[in-house]
Structure formats: structure tokens, C-alpha cells
């Protein structure tokens, strides 16, 4: 092994301190070089693509990426860099594949039949197919949908029916809806006609998407998320969304109340979440659990009246830890002993 870890930053963007990193990246290379290891960061452009290939695959044993696709230009250059690394033998915290499928919302469909998502959650590629399952989704009672492009609640809509609708198999077209936008929690008030033209924008265009999901109602009692650092939950974050009949977002803008909580304190979620590890990582590709990660909880009942957990999303493209700076010490023992798990591994199969 050669002990030595680069971490991939871009420069610019929201997420930076004042000395142009991201706050929790130094610490991170504090930690390592503690243990005796090498780290040191490298800003990603694209025209610097190819020495950064040679440089990494020489010197490195492992890349931490930190950079929010958002602030690229071109995110398939950088991709596409992340993936000729792994294929060199480097090792990917995350692998490139891994950061696409668990950041997408459309992870949701490939868990569908397992507990933590909902039997009648439903993704939409395109503008024909959003429009003719849509109307029937929407019978079935309020629904959320999800662009998959946007973050902090930006094109995610909970849509509700203003008034009864008619005996029928799908809501008509000019029935009025009540949509809530997360971003802000506003409601605008549209026919189911004009409301599914405005969707379109969510569905055209390169890796565009929409998923219906039912609108948890006990997303009033909090969403959960989980900080996950590799397999081991390491913090809880509880995100009370804001009083009011329509409110139901957790991002900060729209006034959700957050609080922080030790993951003992939710031992049960904790643990069923554990068990289903190996399934969510068969099916999202067999890669390796991203190094820092989150995945976001919201309570349900199930058919036995117990307590539920539905699954809402997961982060892993740059999910960062800058309120807990302590936790850069875990991550430089676990990015160690994945290294040095993967060297075993490498010794048993050239044995
Ligand atoms: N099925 C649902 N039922 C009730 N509320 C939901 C549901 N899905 C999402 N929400 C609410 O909407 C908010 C935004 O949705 P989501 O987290 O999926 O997207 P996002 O916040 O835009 O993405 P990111 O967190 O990556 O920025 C959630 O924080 C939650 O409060
Ligand atoms: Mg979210």
C-alpha cells in the first residue's frame, strides 16, 4: 500500500470556507497524516483531467470525492475521470456509479419492493407515460413528486386534490389541485391539466425524471436522516418541518426546526436500516457503501399499526459533517481500514 489518499475539491461554489475548502476537508487530511499517511487535496478542472489521471493513479491508493456535481460545468468529464481511476486500481470513496444511483431519486423505484419504500411509488422518463399513470396515481390519494434534478426542495410538490373528486378511475383533467412547493412550502392552486404541462420541464432534458410517491402525512412529526459514515451510523438529524396545514418540507429555508440526536436514540430505525444494507447495496450496482452518506427517513404505519420507516432519499455526492469537525478522526480510520480490508482481500486472491 502506498498510504496516500487525494480528496477532490473543485474551486468555487457555496460549500467553501474562507481559505477556499470545503470546512471539513482539512480535518480530514489532519486525521490521516496523524496515522501516518499521506493526503493531500486536489482541485478538479477539466482541461487538467489527464495529469490529475497520471498523478493519482501513481501516487494514490484511494480518492475521496468532494465535489457537488452542481458546481461543475460538465459533470461527465469528472465522472468519467472517477471511473478510469477505479478501473487503475484506485479506489473509489465513492465509486462514480455509486454516487449516480444513490444520489438519484429514481433509487427509490430499485427499493420499491423491499419495506422501505412504498408498493405505490412510481417513476416517469417520460412526458406521455407522467401524464397517463398520473391522473391514477393521484385517485389513490395526496402524492409527492420529486424532480430529480433540484435539491433543497426545489421541484418536489405535494399535490393534493382541492376539492372531492367524482366516482371514477382517475382524477380529470380539469379537477383543482393544491401544490406545495418544498422549497418554500407556497401553494399554488392548478387544474390537473396545467399542473402536469408545468411538469414537463422535470422530464425533458438529460437525466430527467419524475417520482410519484404517497405523501407521508406523519412527515409532520420530523424527517430523519441518518449520517451515515460508511456502515456505521455515526449522527441523527431530526428536521421538524414548520406549523401550518400544508407545510410538510425539512429544508432550512422553508423553516423546518433541526435538531441533532445520537443514533442510540433510534435504535429501531437504526437497526432495521443495518439489516437492509446488503439489499439497497445489491441494488444499486454491488458497489461499495459510499465512504459519507445520508439517507433520510419519514415515519409511517404499517398494516399491524407498528411504527415504519419509509425511505425518502439518500445523499452521498458531498455530504459533509462541518457541525461535528471530531467525526474527520472516524473517517480517517475508516478510509484506512477499507484500504487495508481491500489489501487483504487482494493477498488472499494472489495467493
Ligand atoms: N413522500 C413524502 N411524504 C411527505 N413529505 C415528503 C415526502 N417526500 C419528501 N417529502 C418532504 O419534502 C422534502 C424534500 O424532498 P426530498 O428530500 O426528496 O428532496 P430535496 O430536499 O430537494 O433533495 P435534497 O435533500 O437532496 O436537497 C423532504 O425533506 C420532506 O420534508
Ligand atoms: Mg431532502
Not at 91 to 120: N, S
Not at 140 to 168: P, Y
Not at 254 to 283: C, Q
Not at 292 to 317: K, P, V
Amino acid at each position: 500500500m502506498k498510504k496516500h489518499v487525494v480528496f477532490f475539491e473543485v474551486e468555487g461554489g457555496t460549500d467553501k470556507g474562507p481559505d477556499g475548502y470545503r470546512p471539513d476537508t482539512l480535518p480530514m487530511l489532519k486525521s490521516l497524516r496523524k496515522r501516518g499517511w499521506m493526503a493531500e487535496v486536489i482541485f478538479y478542472a477539466d482541461e487538467k483531467k489527464d495529469e490529475i489521471f497520471e498523478r493519482v493513479v501513481q501516487d494514490a491508493d484511494a480518492y475521496v470525492s468532494r465535489i457537488n456535481p452542481g458546481n461543475l460545468k460538465d459533470e461527465s468529464a469528472y465522472f468519467q475521470l472517477l471511473r478510469q481511476l477505479c478501473e487503475f486500481g484506485v479506489k473509489g470513496m465513492p465509486h462514480p456509479d455509486a454516487m449516480i444511483g444513490y444520489g438519484a431519486k429514481d433509487a427509490l423505484i430499485k427499493l420499491r419492493d423491499t419495506p422501505l419504500v412504498p408498493e405505490d411509488t412510481f417513476a416517469y422518463y417520460d412526458i406521455a407515460s407522467f401524464k397517463k399513470n398520473f391522473p391514477k396515481s393521484l385517485k389513490k390519494g395526496e402524492r409527492v413528486l420529486k424532480q430529480n434534478r433540484g435539491s433543497t426542495g426545489e421541484g418536489i410538490w405535494r399535490v393534493q386534490l382541492a376539492s372531492d373528486s367524482e366516482e371514477a378511475e382517475e382524477v380529470s383533467l380539469n379537477a383543482t389541485l393544491r401544490c406545495t412547493e418544498a422549497k418554500d412550502n407556497h401553494v399554488e392552486e392548478h387544474t390537473l391539466e396545467t399542473f402536469m404541462t408545468f411538469c414537463e420541464q422535470y422530464i425533458i432534458g438529460e437525466n430527467g425524471m419524475l417520482v410519484d410517491m404517497p405523501f407521508l402525512p406523519r412527515i409532520k412529526e420530523g424527517e430523519i436522516r441518518l449520517l451515515m459514515l460508511h456502515k456505521t451510523p455515526v449522527n441523527v438529524v431530526h428536521k421538524k418541518p414548520a406549523e401550518g396545514e400544508d407545510a410538510f418540507s425539512a429544508t432550512l429555508f422553508s423553516g423546518a426546526k433541526y435538531r441533532y440526536d445520537s443514533p442510540e436514540e433510534w435504535g429501531g430505525l437504526v437497526r432495521s436500516f443495518l439489516d437492509s444494507l446488503p439489499v439497497i447495496m445489491e441494488r444499486l450496482g454491488g458497489y461499495n457503501l459510499p465512504l459519507i452518506w445520508t439517507a433520510d427517513f419519514i415515519l409511517d404505519t404499517d398494516e399491524q399499526g407498528h411504527d415504519c420507516y419509509i425511505l425518502g432519499e439518500m445523499n452521498c455526492s458531498c455530504v459533509g459533517f462541518t457541525s461535528q469537525l471530531s467525526l474527520s478522526e472516524n473517517v480517517a480510520d475508516e478510509i484506512i481500514s477499507i484500504l487495508s480490508e481491500v489489501e487483504s482481500m487482494e493477498q488472499l486472491n494472489n495467493r
